[in-house]
């Protein structure tokens, strides 16, 4: 992933829009939306860095390189439970899935299963 994708799920994850986190960090949305542009050619330095990820609740090293987990080790979120949505309804329904109890999920993944399309076999060779 790269740090123009990283600063903007940090800041979605955040529930923050350009404009907060630019008034956050005393930088003009434009610098934001800069820094988020996958075209974009300026990025925040170490130090500014280090301020957006407690702007928005991220770790560091998550943020400056994609390394470990992306949540501040403070949040208690296991890493195997830290997820990349940017879609708030995608969000909810993660959310909202996670609470329900093994029975639910199981019939939750039923219905899905059965409205997937059907992918065609493949035919073994000489058969």
């Given amino acids: 992933m790269k740090l123009s994708t990283r600063i903007r799920t940090a800041r979605v994850r955040a529930g923050m829009s350009q404009a907060d986190l630019a008034g956050a960090l005393g930088v003009s949305r434009s610098a934001v939306g800069n ?30 390189t994609g390394r470990g987990a992306p949540q501040a080790p403070s949040d208690g979120i296991p890493a195997a ?37 059907q992918r065609p076999r493949r035919q073994r060779p000489g058969g």
């Fill in 35 to 64: 820094w988020e542009s996958a075209k974009g050619r300026v990025f925040p330095s170490t130090e500014r860095l280090s301020e957006l990820a407690m702007a928005t609740g991220v770790s560091y090293e998550w943020l400056a």
């Fill in 81 to 117: 439970d830290a997820e990349f949505v940017d879609d708030p309804v995608e969000r909810r329904l993660l959310e909202a899935f996670r609470a329900c109890n093994e029975q639910f999920k199981q019939a939750i993944l039923t219905v899905l299963e059965a409205q997937a399309p």
